[in-house]
């Protein structure tokens, strides 16, 4: 430890400048350029700022003092002797330039609320979660800079800046490199023969179409076409609109995710029996008529807070689950367009009345073809009956990015064996389709095994 | 008896975050009916923020530039305030700039609907206005619903006690006016109130008046302010006011504070609060923090779908330029376009003399979030135009990121420093570097070209001023 003298830099022909303000005391620690004492000439205010680290021992001068060049400001013990003191340069920039020194001082919640003038937008961690479109806000110092047209033009074509490469300027990314990262993707697609698909996240896996799946490049040879009229008379028909968009998706998740189809007999002769006598009750009431599946939605809830998995989604990367919290059953409607997928929102906090009634509702509108996106959206589990059509089993195709889809097929009366004898049951017979990645054999027989547990056996909701 | 109305965005709150949303979707095509519980649209801003405050703050002005000139050699004798005409062109300016939003809401067809409104639905509003209660069933909302200032319980009930409000209304000329809060708010009004005559105290409870700027920026404000106000008093708490019958006492604790002052006026300027109390948002499902601001994404979307919210009530900085923006990407997303609000930066002005305006990255913040970054900086006592016009007490500032070069921050002290913020907060959305602003041909004299000169000194290419010795800060 050393005393060393902190004295008055070279004014520049000032003389006898006021000190208007000390900032330092003895005992304050005091780093590099942190402002000392603050000057005033005729017009102009200048802060002192320290030409060393240390920590204030004395301080020589008042405010209302009068100062020259080299008088002593204060002294300071500073760690090593050989500590380089560097007197201020006659720079005008050097007077001014200091270091900030605020003291965090604690805040009553009145000064906290004063920071209306915060420069920066309020912490993000927890908004509303963001659409899936990329955003594209530019972050400071990051390896590509677009400016805020080039960052409009990207969101409308979904494109994300962080897998395109700049050519402009110093590396930031133009217009053109946006539109060309686009034909890139296309021409990729057109070989690879997923023309519909393009993947324009290719390089960031976080907004690959398929959570985790990578890319879409599958190198399948083409299947070939016929000349079917030779072999007798056709008829074109354009597919309807539905089936065009939803085409792409079959497709995709086809593809994109390992399907296993798990089988499993539900007795509902029971839960049939109840249904009976409530709708027997809701018909003498006036009130509408509870269908069977409303029944399967209950069902479905109770395991999937059972079996969090079946109710989650593959992260971006595919490196982890996200369960969600919330129970939003898709039920997939057969329309004269086609298929649709209407969500039955919360469904673990609505009663059954209420569930029958949304459904009916929601089910109505989708054949009339008024459903809004936003009732399309959000589910985290679907399922599709074929019961009224008929059937035995089938598979159903994961409606991602959920993971598990259960289809349900026509309930008829089989002989049981219970032990001692055979008895007529009605039996409803369940496929549950799951995406291998996310869930495994074990757990998919467990989960269609609790179902057909919970159907025999409505009570079991209640637990 | 009630009538219900249908429309496809209902847009809560006529302010400039408000009626910016309601104009857009208009134009995008929208039916779209602005609820405004006020007489008239234009929100805090048009009626009691922005624009009188400036109206007042010209007035004040004036007269500072009048002391000053005598240092030209012209003198001029003190002025003689009428505070009755001073209000009334204060009125007239609102009055103008509201009557022609209102215009511009006729010809895009926006239906303005006078009342309080409240949501009931997911998809339904509920508007008790003088005219009854009118249902708005809508598709797509936006809650531009805005701030209030903070007030402090303790204190008593007394008409000498003002909010910002109450002191742009210029009820008085105090003799000696406390203000509460050395932000940008009770510092505006202060100046308004020092030129017309009142002897000012301010009272900071923090280390520094403007807390967010930094502190070389403050400074020069802060020694002029200390010279010609009765105190400024930081890192002082008022912990109490007797309002006796012919002043208030105002009792301090602070170490270099009086116990108490006597003031015929306090402002309480301790920063505003979210109007998201009691609107049926919870009940909806729209979310807020704990600080009562309404959770959104960059799409400026809440919890509920089909709901949007923006300007103070979604989160600071609560700034009229933020709120427009916000409004105008919550009309694009509601409309099912894929606008975002995602801006680098957002500039902050203190209308002051000398003014203070800063952008992107202060300081303070680059230091906390370890952010390493090269200053440039450019004292105006080196800047022609500055010295000619008397107002060489300024410094323009620039900070530049140490990797790509590129600026990430700017700060100013000076005349008509809020105008010149803009070509820093431009330079940062275009990633310019020091090189590109130095290299850019700026005009001279001119205030302006003193964040050329910033850059220039970070660059090490300045030659009108001495080139400042390289020193990266990390």
Redesign the interface.
């Known amino acids: 430890m050393a005393t060393q003298e902190i004295k008055v830099p070279d004014l520049q022909g000032l003389h006898d400048v006021a000190v208007v303000e000390v900032y330092v005391s003895p005992g304050d620690t005091i780093e590099v350029e942190s402002p000392l004492i603050s000057l005033e000439s005729d017009k102009a205010v200048m802060d002192v700022p320290s030409p060393l680290s240390g920590v204030i021992t004395e301080v020589k001068v008042n405010e209302g003092d009068t100062v020259n060049t080299g008088d002593l400001i204060a002294l300071a013990e500073v760690e090593k002797e050989d500590q380089e003191v560097h007197g201020s340069s006659g720079n005008p920039n050097s007077l001014t330039e200091v270091e900030e020194t605020e003291k965090n001082e604690a805040s009553s919640a009145w000064a906290e609320e004063d920071r209306a003038e915060e420069v920066r937008p309020a912490d993000t961690s927890e908004r509303p979660s963001p659409s899936e479109a990329p955003a594209n806000a530019q972050p400071f110092g990051s390896k590509y800079h677009a400016t805020p047209s080039v960052r409009a033009f990207a969101r409308e074509l979904g494109v994300d800046l962080s897998g395109v490469t700049g050519s402009g300027p110093k590396g930031r990314i133009t217009r053109e490199d946006v539109a060309a990262r686009i034909k890139n993707v296309m021409s990729i697609a057109e070989k690879s023969g997923f023309g519909a698909v393009p993947d324009l996240f290719a390089e960031n896996p976080a907004r690959s179409i398929i959570p985790g799946s990578g890319t879409s490049g599958f190198a399948l040879p083409p299947i070939p076409t016929a000349d079917y009229a030779s072999f007798g008379d056709i008829e074109t028909e354009e597919l309807s609109r539905i089936k065009k968009i939803s085409g792409p998706h079959l497709h995709r998740n086809w593809l994109g995710i390992p399907h296993v189809t798990q089988f499993e007999d539900a007795d509902i002769t029971d839960l049939e029996e109840f249904r009976g006598t409530i709708n027997e009750e809701n018909a003498a009431a006036g009130n509408r008529k509870i269908s069977p599946l409303i029944f399967v939605v209950k069902a479905v809830v109770a395991a999937l807070k059972r079996f969090g998995d079946f109710n989650g989604s593959l992260s971006a990367d595919g490196s982890s689950i996200i369960r969600k919290k919330y129970y939003n059953i898709g039920i997939a409607v057969d329309t004269s367009d086609g298929l649709v997928v209407p969500v039955l929102k919360n469904a673990d906090q609505k009663g059954i009345a209420l569930l029958a009634e949304e459904l009916s509702d929601l089910s109505s509108r989708a054949r009339e073809g008024k459903l809004k996106i936003d009732e399309m959206k959000g589910g985290t589990f679907s399922i599709s009956s074929l019961g009224g059509i008929g059937g035995t089993y089938f598979t159903p195709i994961v409606n991602a990015p959920e993971v598990a889809i259960l289809g349900l097929s026509r309930s008829t009366m089989k002989p049981v064996w219970n032990g001692s004898e055979f008895v007529p049951r009605l039996i409803l017979p369940l496929s549950l389709s799951y995406d291998h990645r996310v869930i495994d054999g074990a757990q998919g027989a467990r989960f269609t095994a609790y179902l057909a547990m919970i159907l025999a056996d409505i009570r079991r909701t209640l637990l | 008896m009630s009538k219900t109305i249908t429309c496809d965005v209902a847009v809560l709150g006529g302010g400039p975050g408000g009626y910016t949303a309601a104009f857009r979707a208009a134009d995008l095509g929208k039916q779209v009916v602005l609820i405004e519980k006020e007489e008239r649209i234009g929100g805090v801003c048009l009626n009691e923020g922005c624009i009188p405050s400036k109206t007042l703050l010209h007035a004040a002005e004036v007269i500072a530039e009048a002391r000053e000139a005598e240092a030209y050699g012209l003198k001029y004798s003190a002025p003689e305030i009428n505070i009755e005409k001073l209000r009334e062109k204060k009125a007239d300016i609102v009055t103008k700039l509201t009557g022609g939003l209102a215009g511009l809401a006729k010809a895009r067809k926006v239906e303005i609907l006078r009342g309080f409104g409240r949501f009931t639905g997911k998809r339904l509003l509920v508007v008790e206005g003088e005219g009854g209660i009118t249902s708005v069933a809508f598709e797509k909302a936006i809650i531009a619903v805005g701030s209030s200032p ?1 007030e ?1 319980p303790f204190l008593p009930k007394d008409a000498r006690i003002w909010d910002s409000a109450d002191a742009l209304a210029l009820p008085f000329i105090p003799a000696r006016l406390a203000v509460l ?1 050395g ?3 009770g510092l505006e009004m202060a100046q308004v109130y020092a030129s017309l005559g009142s002897k000012v105290t301010i009272i900071e ?4 008046i ?7 920026l403050v ?2 404000l802060a ?1 002029k302010l ?1 010279k010609t106000y009765e105190a400024v008093l930081t ?1 002082t ?1 008022l912990t109490g006011v007797e309002a006796g019958k012919h002043s208030l006492k105002i009792s301090l604790e602070g170490e270099k504070a009086p116990a108490s002052i006597e003031a015929d006026a306090l402002l309480v ?5 979210p109007n998201t109390a009691d609107m049926g948002f919870e009940d909806i499902g729209v ?1 807020t ?1 704990g ?1 009562g ?1 309404i ?5 400026m ?3 509920v ?2 709901i949007h919210a923006v300007g103070d009530a ?5 700034l009229a330029h933020k709120a427009v923006h916000e409004g105008k990407t919550a009309a694009e997303s509601a409309s099912g ?4 609000f ?7 002005v ?1 209308y002051t003399d000398p003014e203070i305006a ?8 680059a ?1 906390s979030e370890g ?1 390493s970054y090269e ?1 440039g ?3 105006w ?2 800047s022609g135009r500055a010295l000619s016009a008397d107002k ?2 300024g ?1 323009t500032k620039a900070l530049f ?1 140490t ?4 600026i ?1 921050g700017a700060g100013i002290v000076g005349a008509r420093a809020g105008d010149l913020i803009a070509e820093a907060a431009l330079a940062i ?3 310019a ?1 020091a090189e590109d602003i130095g290299g850019t041909v700026h005009a001279h004299p001119t205030f302006a070209e003193t964040l050329a000169f910033a850059a220039e ?1 970070a660059a090490g290419t300045i030659t009108d ?5 390289k020193s990266k800060i990390s």
């Open positions: 903070m402090l809060g932000g940008i708010i409870m923090l280390g520094q403007i807390p967010a700027a930094d502190a070389d400074r020069p020694a200390k890192s708490k300027a301790v920063g505003r609060r979310k923090d600080k601001f959770q959104v994404n960059e799409r979307e809440t919890d779908p089909g979604v989160g600071n900085p609560m376009l894929k606008s975002a995602t801006p680098m930066s957002i500039p902050s203190a800063w952008v992107g990255y202060t300081e303070k913040q230091k952010v200053k900086s450019f004292p006592g080196a060489d007490y410094t990121d990797g790509s070069g590129r990430i959305e275009m990633g570097d000194s001023a001495l080139p400042s010795r």
